[in-house]
């Protein structure tokens, strides 16, 4: 059975800790993941601002490297949303429509992975912080999984979990859009930090680097110490948190 | 302009309109790139959902939720047992209230309460039983405004007023205050028990005017502070009457 | 003042977004609407079940709109309703011209009709000499302001209580105060005589009945009942869309509108009107005229893309819903329709790719408005088509298509990306400082004038991969029990064509 990383070109560049943290993790139920090195970004940057042609060129690319694997697994639900899109990027090309519609069912995102495929809600972990989440909207209100990433987190031992206030608004990231729009999104990731602000958490935990990456550079600007975290890592050094202290 | 330019210019637009009729219709099939439906088409989906259909409230649900749901949005409810107590319920109003011009529907039943009788200091009038009266005046001054509804609804808290030449739909719209009557036997759990009566019904078998009410008037137009009685009467009662 | 075509989505934008008063007037109406809905919708229970069968109806009606379109035309004839048909804007002006200079009409009241706004009637009006009125105490508001509505439902969101006090003692001739009854009042008694005096009541249409010809609107002040009940002339706006097969199927309509525009169970008032008076009748108007526009709307036919779109019933629920509208409420949309219905309708209507301005872009894709659509249309896939059309009609921006095709460029290659990240952390030596970049300037102006940026870390994932991959197999845990059969299963379950 072939199990791939879907690795996202942000956290393969930017964000390598996330993905190693989910790799070590699935290793610990006996996964040994394969990294098909062809794969670079979905092409949803270019999918969102119109430049089909340009995504397909990229999406080729996730849809050559996955071909003979039987799960896919990845740290975003955006990127792992994109592949849904495939069959209508390319429903004038049957040899990769083919790939397409493949895809898309076995791929999945880190948190639906572990629950739904592998039946795990509780990894174990233990994480004695003030924890709020905020639900990324590609992978909550496209995707689906909503259930999933709570369901984690609520059994991480001395884990506090608080909701987040309007929990469910987007974080303005949007891809180029908070480059287009910059005021636009600055104002809503200024609103965003102030509810998790007002949460008092230490941590906030999100299932996509890129709303991530938005979010603490707004706490980063503005001087607060709120640490931000993937699931994936988050879950991951509760374990390692749990053994050290064992050991 | 004379009636007869009038019907001359009517007739003139009436063949232009069906005339450019043809051409929309026309232009929306071939947009839809088929020939034009001129058939009726099988509805797959007709109304609400199955599990709705047989949604049912016992009489006493009925009352309860209507009463809920009315008074939820600012109206007020009396569940009285007769024609009897309903005029008493009326009279005490009026008097409390001191309302001096009263309106009603010409209906029978709303006559027999003897309204005239019981106060005889207030103008009653009776919607549209002599012809040189202004009625829209008569409604536009009147302080009460008395139905008999027609339907109503508990789930959505709504009463249904059809209009007819004895019934005006002036008299819930333009007194300050509105009291209608609802005989229990009227009151429905859903609005479809009552559509589907319209459609049974038809074309040909409906008034011009059908106006479901679920409680006073208002707007929150002006920063979201919720205002009562902006255009029509501020203030309704429903009179649930079990026998009527 | 209406702000349409004269300034950048940016620019407007930015305008709203330094307006303090506007902007936390519009979270907050937005925010109490989000919530009155959510709450209506969870409290009737099925709401998915409805939204699919509202969905169902629209889409079946909009397949077979020239039946039931013919349908409603023929039945509103037959109730005694004068009917006609409009392509664009201007014939539908020029028909309601028509009919108020037939009437000598001095005076127009009117209720709130969207299509009303698009035709931009009232300044049609007056330029005949016709007083048009706006009822809806919203609508009356920014008649007097000489604007136009920010949101369908709320059309005054934008205006505090000491601006309207304003703008009514104005009017009045006197000091009104800030007080909400007062200022309420005042409208009531002035509107009134208005009502009385009007030889026209003008309104819009929320559904349109083909199999009686009855046409439906939905209201709470009952400013819609007195346009429908007083004047002797009733005309009606309609767009083509707004048809429904029965009276079955309003209560479809009726179960998703109110619960999504205002968290209602039902308006206040709902009146179903089949025709002018009977001769019997006492009041209601003598002639009715419906007017049925296109206007833009037929472009959707048959457009798998955007067909959907003409299921829109207006309640609002996707601006409320959308975090965009939510920082710069509608007027930043510049069109008669605002929020992401607006930011999809605006350019859908207009044939022509030269037309559209940015407004597509003015949204980061988050499906809030597809979620809280009653009808589920995908309003941020529209967005993307509207986006794509853009650039394949060749009207994108240049830069943004230069830097896109050095995206697939790159892209399409693994070995380039990986060139590229490797020349990344050369590049961003010289702008950063302790691994983070704070430099305002170039292509990250915008973004870290909000944000700092991350700089490239040492090693990317890849980089580290065959390290890791040997780190793990050496201390690989077995499978727990089950484990393995569950994936053999989902495996099989997915050429059954289950899957994710």
């Not at chain 3, 009919?99 to 000598?104: D, T, W, Y």
């Not at chain 3, 790159?410 to 302790?434: D, E, F």
């Not at chain 3, 700092?452 to 780190?471: A, N």
Request: charged share 25%.
């Amino acid at each position: 059975m072939k199990i791939s990383l879907f690795v996202t070109c942000l956290s393969d560049t930017l964000f390598p800790r996330v993905t190693e943290s989910m790799v070590r993790l699935l290793a610990r139920y006996g996964l040994q993941l394969e990294f098909p090195e062809l794969q670079t970004c979905c092409g949803q940057p270019a999918y969102n601002s119109g430049y089909w042609d340009e995504a397909r060129a990229s999406a080729k690319t996730i849809l050559d490297a996955f071909d003979d694997s039987d799960f896919v697994v990845s740290p975003s639900g955006s990127c792992t949303y994109m592949v849904h899109h495939y069959s209508s990027l390319f429903k004038d090309d049957p040899v990769y429509l083919q790939k397409a519609e493949l895809l898309q069912k076995k791929t999945y995102e880190f948190s639906q992975f572990l629950v739904q495929v592998l039946g795990v809600t509780d990894v174990g972990a233990t994480f004695k912080h003030k924890v709020t989440y905020h639900p990324s909207c590609h992978g909550s209100r496209l995707l689906g999984v909503k259930e999933e990433p709570m369901e984690l987190l609520r059994s991480v031992k001395g884990l506090e979990l608080v909701p987040l206030p309007f929990a469910d608004d987007c974080c303005g990231f949007g891809g180029t859009f908070a480059v287009k729009m910059a005021d636009i999104s600055g104002a809503m990731v200024t609103e965003k930090v102030d509810h998790i602000v007002e949460t008092e958490a230490s941590v906030l935990a999100g299932l996509d680097m890129a709303c991530l990456m938005n979010i603490a550079g707004n706490l980063r600007y503005r001087g607060e110490k709120v640490r931000v975290m993937h699931l994936a890592e988050l879950l991951y050094e509760g374990l390692e948190e749990k053994e050290v202290k064992q050991a | 302009m004379s009636s007869d330019s009038h019907e001359a210019w009517l007739a003139e637009l009436e063949a232009a309109s069906r005339q450019k009729q043809e051409t929309f219709m026309n232009g929306i099939a071939s947009k839809l790139r088929r020939p034009r439906v001129t058939n009726r088409p099988d509805q797959p989906f007709r109304g609400a959902p199955d599990f709705w259909e047989s949604f049912q409230w016992s009489s006493e649900e009925r009352i309860s939720m209507f009463t809920q749901n009315f008074q939820a949005a600012g109206g007020h409810v009396i569940h009285v047992a007769d024609a009897v107590q309903a005029a008493d319920f009326i009279t005490n109003k009026a008097e409390e209230m001191k309302a001096a011009r009263l309106l009603m529907q010409n209906q029978p039943s709303l006559l027999a309460l003897d309204l005239q009788q019981r106060l005889s200091q207030a103008e009653i009038s009776v919607w549209n039983d002599q012809p040189e009266t202004d009625w829209r005046a008569k409604a536009a001054e009147a302080d009460f405004g008395i139905v008999e509804a027609d339907y109503a609804a508990a789930y959505t808290g709504s009463m249904t007023v059809m209009s007819s030449a004895n019934k005006g739909r002036s008299v819930s719209l333009l007194p300050t205050v509105l009291i209608a009557i609802i005989p229990v036997d009227r009151l429905k759990t859903r609005l479809g028990e009552i559509m589907s009566d319209f459609d049974a019904a038809g074309r040909e078998g409906l008034p011009a005017g059908i106006h479901f009410i679920s409680g006073p008037s208002r707007s929150a137009d002006i920063e979201n502070d919720l205002t009562i009685g902006v255009h029509g009467p501020g203030i309704v009662y429903a009179v649930l009457v079990d026998s009527w | 003042m209406s702000t349409e075509g004269k300034m950048s989505v940016k620019n407007r934008a930015r305008l709203a977004l330094n307006n303090d008063f506007l902007r936390s007037a519009v979270r907050f109406t937005t925010e109490r609407l989000r919530s009155g809905k959510i709450q209506a919708s969870a409290d009737h229970g099925s709401w998915d079940e409805w939204r699919e069968r509202g969905r169902q109806i629209r889409l079946h009606t909009i397949a077979n709109l020239d039946y039931y379109l013919t349908q409603f035309a023929d039945n509103a004839r037959a109730n005694g309703v004068h009917v006609h048909f409009a392509d664009t804007a201007e014939e539908a002006v020029q028909l309601s011209l028509n009919i108020a200079k037939q009437k000598s009409a001095q005076s127009v009241v009117k209720s709130k009709s969207m299509v009303s706004e698009e035709l931009h009637l009232n300044k049609a009006l007056e330029s005949i000499g016709v007083e048009a009125v706006e009822t809806d105490l919203g609508e009356y508001i920014i008649q007097l302001a000489d604007e136009t509505p920010s949101h369908i439902i709320i059309p005054a969101i934008h205006k505090n209580r000491y601006q309207i006090a304003d703008l009514l003692s104005k009017e009045a001739g006197e000091t009104l105060p800030p007080d909400t009854s007062i200022l309420a009042g005042f409208v009531r008694n002035k509107l009134r005589e208005k009502f009385l005096d009007a030889e026209i009541g003008m309104t819009g249409c929320n559904f349109a009945i083909a199999e009686t010809g009855s046409m439906v609107l939905f209201e709470n002040e009952g400013n819609a009942r007195m346009v429908t009940t007083v004047p002797k002339t009733q005309i009606t706006l309609m767009g083509m869309e707004r048809i429904i097969p029965s009276w079955t199927d309003l209560e479809v309509m009726a179960t998703l509108l109110p619960r999504s525009a205002t968290g209602q169970k039902l308006t206040v008032y709902m009146s179903g009107i089949t025709g002018p008076r009977r001769d019997e009748d006492g009041d209601g108007p003598d002639e009715m005229h419906i007017i049925i526009l296109d206007n833009g709307r037929s472009l959707q036919l048959g457009d798998p893309e955007f067909q959907e779109l003409l299921n829109c019933i207006r309640c609002g629920a996707c601006l409320n819903a959308c975090p965009v509208y939510r920082q710069i409420g509608g007027h930043a949309y510049g069109g008669t329709y605002s929020g992401p219905i607006g930011a999809v309708l605006t350019p859908a209507l207009k044939k022509n790719v030269a037309e559209w301005d940015d407004i597509a872009n003015a949204s980061s894709l988050c499906g809030a408005c597809y979620e809280a659509c009653p009808v589920k249309i995908p309003l941020h896939d529209m967005l993307v088509s509207l986006r794509r059309r853009k650039v394949e009609a060749g009207r994108g921006n240049k830069l943004e298509g230069l830097g896109m095709k050095g995206f697939a460029a790159i892209m399409n290659n693994s070995k380039r990306y990986r060139a590229v990240i490797r020349l990344g952390k050369i590049g961003q030596k010289l702008v950063a400082r302790s691994g983070e970049i704070r430099l305002k300037a170039g292509p990250l102006k915008g973004w870290n004038t909000y944000r700092v940026t991350p700089t490239l870390p040492k090693h990317s994932f890849r980089d580290k991969w065959p390290t890791l991959e040997q780190e793990i197999r050496g201390g690989l845990q077995n499978m727990p029990s089950g484990m393995e059969q569950r994936l053999q299963n989902i495996m099989k379950d997915r050429n059954k064509g289950g899957g994710s």
